[in-house]
């Protein structure tokens, strides 16, 4: 079986969240309201949108296939309880090889919908994590916390997936 293109696309996303709410979960309660400007806002709010638009991502564009969270109130440690089954749900779906230009639509608790390709919302997906992973990285080092090595190459690394010579 041929692993889908975005399969590190979508590993390194969770994997890099999973290792950001790690480091989070060291923080005081007072670290975790920290809110550096330029960013979302605080870092427990940012945590919580970041995982709880990503249940949502996958929610809409699996059909369902993993409950989205409600993730206002959610700790650290829930946080990270709700990321873990993600990467099970990004690698099923990119395995079924989503026709990129299938429309998606997701329906909102308002009634209102909103109507996209399947490879915009992918890589929506990819561009929201990395977006808010990069202010949450900003407001540790604002606090003197070392952020964790998250790109791709030390995804990579972790996974046994480069080498050199």
């Not at 996303?13 to 809110?35: K, R």
Request: charge should be negative.
């Amino acid at each position: 079986m041929t692993r889908s293109l975005l399969a590190d696309a979508f590993g390194h996303h969770v994997w890099a969240t999973l290792q950001l709410l790690d480091v989070c979960a060291t923080l005081s309660d007072e670290q975790l309201q920290a809110d550096e400007p330029g960013t979302y806002g605080p870092i427990l709010e940012t945590m919580r949108h970041l995982v709880g638009a990503d249940r949502s991502y996958l929610f809409v564009t699996s059909g369902g296939a993993l409950p989205a969270i409600a993730e206002a109130g959610m700790d650290i440690a829930q946080l990270r309880q709700a990321m873990e089954p993600a990467a099970d749900g990004w690698a099923a779906l990119l395995a079924t090889n989503p026709d990129p230009e299938v429309t998606v639509t997701r329906h909102r608790d308002d009634g209102t919908r909103s109507h996209a390709p399947m490879g915009v919302r992918l890589a929506q997906v990819v561009h929201h994590g990395t977006d808010h992973r990069s202010q949450i990285c900003t407001a540790l080092t604002s606090l003197g916390v070392t952020p964790p090595e998250i790109d791709v190459w030390d995804y990579a690394a972790s996974e046994g997936r480069i080498s050199e010579d």
